[in-house]
């Protein structure tokens, strides 16, 4: 059974440093990884989606690598503002009967706080 | 751009009592999904569609029960609510593959449901 964990639960930093989440999951069987954001009360919004066959991927001030071999992914957020500030979640796509279907596994989370 | 929209948005329940959670995509997406997220976890899939007519049980199906009679729509249905399906519901939605490309889920803004 796929599991992904985040580290760490929680991170504050003060504006404007470069920061480093972390993803690690189990099964290195994955089609691809996804990156969300997701803001107090409202839904998820897709950052960036790393292709199994993919090393990284960017998006402006955002940068995501995933290593499947040791099953780790790490979101980069250069010169962090305060409007980064919400709960970020990685994914992994798993196996499905249904080619296609993205079947998503998901870890717990970690909650950013960039302070002024 | 409506996308992914769920309702109700807030609902408490009583023990025992049934609802339908609505979900419906304007995307013309062949796949759906339930997902539920407690307190400071990642989300659980419940159940997902491929198409019209066709769904599978995802990781956590108990309880719940789901039918796709048209692409837009994917009501999720609690069929006696109980207090551990206090929740945050969402419904999500994706394309077809094109090719080897995979695809991004979109995300609906959540259904929050207290069961008392």
């Known amino acids: 059974k796929q599991e992904v964990t985040q580290i760490p639960a929680a991170l504050s930093v003060p504006e404007g440093e470069n920061l480093v989440l972390n993803c690690s999951f189990t099964d290195s069987a994955i089609y691809n990884l996804q990156w969300f954001r997701q803001d107090p009360g409202k839904g998820l919004t897709s950052l960036l989606l790393?292709?199994?066959?993919?090393r990284e991927q960017t998006s402006g001030r955002l940068n995501a690598s995933l290593d499947k071999s040791s099953g780790r992914s790490t979101l980069y957020i250069a010169a962090s503002q305060p409007g980064d500030s919400a709960t970020y979640l990685c994914?992994?796509?798993?196996?499905?009967?249904?080619?296609?279907?993205?079947?998503?596994?998901f870890g717990q989370g970690t909650r950013l706080t960039i302070n002024p | 751009n409506a996308g992914v929209t769920q309702t109700p948005k807030f609902r408490i329940l009583k023990i025992g009592q049934s609802m339908t959670l609505q979900c419906t995509q304007d995307?013309?997406?062949?796949?759906m999904y339930w997902y539920r997220q407690d307190p400071g976890m990642g989300l659980k899939l419940i159940y997902y569609?491929?198409?019209?007519?066709?769904?599978d049980k995802g990781e956590v199906p108990n309880g719940y029960n789901v039918s796709r009679s048209t692409t837009e729509d994917f009501p999720l249905r609690l069929l006696s609510a109980a207090p551990s399906q206090t929740s945050v519901y969402f419904c999500?939605?994706?394309?077809?593959?094109?090719?080897?490309?995979?695809?991004?889920?979109?995300f609906g803004q959540g259904t929050r449901l207290t069961v008392v």
């Open positions: 994914a992994v796509r798993g196996l499905s009967r249904y080619q296609g279907a993205q079947k998503l596994v």
């Open positions: 995307m013309n997406h062949n796949y």
């Open positions: 569609s491929v198409g019209a007519g066709i769904t």
């Open positions: 999500a939605s994706s394309p077809t593959p094109r090719g080897t490309q995979n695809t991004e889920a979109f």
């Open positions: 790393i292709q199994s066959s993919q």
